[in-house]
Each structure stands twice: as C-alpha cells, then as structure tokens.
C-alpha cells in the first residue's frame, strides 16, 4: 500500500458517508424518527403512564411524515409512472393500518371509521387543503391559473368513486342500512381500484400534458432536481419499511388510548377519523401550501385531487380486503348530512375550478364549508 492511499483512506469512508447521508435527501431527523419509532414500540405503553403516550403519539405523527418523505425519495428515483404509485402505496398503508387497528380494537362505532376517515379526507381535501392553496395563492399573487382539462378529469374520476363507495350502500336492497353485501363490496372495491388505475395511466403516460403547467417556468424545481443516488434510495427504502413498521404498531398500541379519550370527551367518534385523514394528509397538505405561494398552482391542485383519489381508490379496497379477511364489519354509507356537504363540495369544486383561473373568493368559500363541515361534525 502505497502512502498516498494510506493518506486517502481515513477521509474515503466519511466521504462516502456524507455522500450517502446528504442533508438534502435524506436529512437527519429522517434518520432519527424510525429508530425512535422502533424503540417507542418496543416499550410498553401501559406502563410508562401518559407523557410516555403523549411521546408515543408525537414519534407516530413523525414516523408518519418520515414515511412519506422517504417514500418520495423512492418515487423520485424510479420516476413516473412508478414515483406516483410508491407515495400512493406508502400514504395507504399508513391510513390502512390506523384504520384498521382502530376497528379492531372494538370500541366505540369502529364499524364506521373507514367511511369517516375517508370522508374526513375527502372534505379536507376538497375545502381545506384547497381552499386554503387559493386563498394563500390569491393574496400573494391575486389571481392563479391552472390547466382545466387535469383538474375536470380528477374531479370526475372523484365525484364518481365517492358517490359509489360512500353514497350507493345507503340505497341498495341486499343489506339494511349503510352497508354492502360481500359481492357488493368487492364489486365497489373492484371498480375504485380501476378507476384509479385508469386515472394514474391518464396522468402519466397517456395524457400527462394535462396535468403540466402551461408555463414551464411554473414547473416546479424538483420536477428538475437531480435524482437520489442508488445508495441513498435503497438507505430511503429501508427507512421507509421500519417507518411504516412503526406507524403500524404504534397505531395499534395507540388506538385503545385515543378511542378512550375521545369517548371520554363526550365526542363523536367520527373525531377520529378527521384525525387520521389529517395527520396522513399532513406532509402534502404542507407541500400544496407552498407550492400555492409560489405561484404554482397547477402543482397544488395535482397534490391534493391525486391524494383524494389515492383515498379512495386505494383505501376502500385495502378496508374491503380486511373487512372479509377478519370479518369486520364496515359501515360505508354516510347519512343525509354528509350526503349534502358531499354534495355541496363537490358542486362548489367543479364551478370554482371550472374556469382555470382562482381568485381569493373561492378559497374562502372552500374554507368555509370545510369549518362547517368541522362544527356539525363536533356538534352535530
């Protein structure tokens, strides 16, 4: 070995090391956050009294958010159509597995937590998450627009899959009340799953220009930032699984405590389910707003009406697997008052977007429904 390589090996290794660990892509509460997750669930949470549920609960919102973020390291890698399936894919598994042991756990109306999860990020999406995108979009730059064919076309595949998995099981025959029959419920889980399906192949191979702005200046940076090396993307897959590990147990060692609570608050227990819907949608919740602000709009909208869709499409297939998998029962049909603000987002969705250009108006319309939608649900 000569003494230049002798010179050259102490530095080579952290080198590599920093290359690999870049704070750009994978930064260090990323790292942190999975193995926190780990070690909260291997502790036992019936003994470490209520900071050690609270701390429980702040590592499962962060495990939550490491999901998503190494899940978009992958799909920035593998790129389209892929990237999209792999953040589809990560964010369901997450609402799956907090719905799941949730129902599970017995108590309460767990027969209804699906349908309200899912309606609870249906309404957060359309009202919240877009109003306030308009409304932080239309006071920074006044008026935005955006590419109207990509947004009818989500918001038809979404109008469609909502009315049949949420609105259909209350007007069927075969079962009373708000429910499906098995054959129903595959059939409903069957057609989300194509129109899903359908929809991620118009947005990414058939028909992409749709859903590009027509500015390539409005591109967003990242669509041209370099991609993750091999290295870092299998560091961001493996985080990714003990992540979502993570959430999975920790959800289940979480649910009796949250479900208690919210019964002992005199609360509906449809709380619960806008408390996943907004704790998965969080990270791109996060994401739209920004994107708002920067005068991107067309990227907002892409986020949010792709994240409802992956809600429906994805989720109630998963829920349906499960249902007859574990013989849990699911209640999906909602009753008249969800039915009429359903009814009156998406009415309000199709006109306020109808147009391709959005001012502050109708971000506070969306907003406004979204705090009604929010006070019935307290007060009901």
């Known amino acids: 070995m000569t003494d230049a390589t002798i010179d050259r090996a102490p530095t080579a290794a952290p080198a590599v090391a920093r290359k690999l660990l870049d704070k750009h892509v994978l930064p260090i509460w990323s790292l942190v956050l999975p193995v926190l997750g780990v070690l909260a669930v291997l502790m036992s949470l019936g003994k470490i009294g209520t900071i050690g549920i609270i701390a429980a609960a702040v590592i499962l919102g962060g495990s939550v958010i490491t999901a998503v973020h190494h899940a978009e390291v992958v799909a920035h890698r593998v790129g389209e159509p892929f990237g999209t399936l792999v953040l589809a894919v990560a964010v369901t598994v997450i609402e799956v597995s907090l719905i799941i042991s949730l129902m599970t756990s017995g108590g309460g109306d767990a027969a209804t937590l699906a349908r309200d999860t899912v309606f609870a990020a249906i309404m957060i999406i359309l009202n919240f998450i877009v109003g306030i995108c308009l409304l932080v979009g239309g006071v920074r730059h006044h008026e935005q627009v955006f590419a109207l064919k990509g947004v009818s076309a989500a918001l038809c595949v979404l109008a469609a899959m909502a009315v049949l998995s949420l609105v259909l099981p209350n007007y069927t025959a075969s079962a009373p009340g708000p429910y499906f029959t098995n054959s129903q419920l595959i059939f ?14 118009v947005q990414t191979v058939r028909h992409r ?3 590009l702005p027509a500015d390539l200046e409005d591109i967003d940076e990242d669509t ?17 699984i003990v992540a979502l590990v993570a959430v999975v147990l920790l959800a289940k060692d979480l ?11 005199g609360l509906p227990l449809a709380l619960v389910g806008v408390a996943i819907a907004g704790l998965v949608l969080a990270p791109e919740s996060l994401a739209a707003v920004r994107a708002a602000r920067r005068n991107r709009l067309q990227t907002s909208l892409n986020l949010a009406l792709g994240s409802a869709l992956a809600t429906i499409g994805l989720t109630i297939p998963s829920v349906a697997i499960a249902s007859l998998v574990l013989g849990l029962p699911i209640a999906l049909g909602i009753g008249a008052k969800s039915m009429t603000l359903l009814g009156l987002s998406l ?19 969306h907003l406004l429904i979204f705090a009604t ?7 009901p």
Do not use: K, W
């Open 188 to 201: 409903t889980a069957v057609v989300s799953l194509t129109l899903y399906a359908t929809f991620v192949l």
């Open 209 to 211: 220009d749709y859903f």
């Open 224 to 240: 041209h930032a370099e991609p993750p090396t091999g290295a870092q993307t299998l560091v961001a897959f493996g985080l990714l």
């Open 255 to 265: 649910a009796p405590t949250l479900e208690a609570a919210v019964l002992a608050a």
């Open 347 to 365: 009415i309000v969705a199709v006109l306020s977007l109808g147009t391709g250009r959005t001012t502050v108006l109708q971000g506070m319309v």
């Open 373 to 379: 939608y929010l006070f019935v649900t307290i007060v």
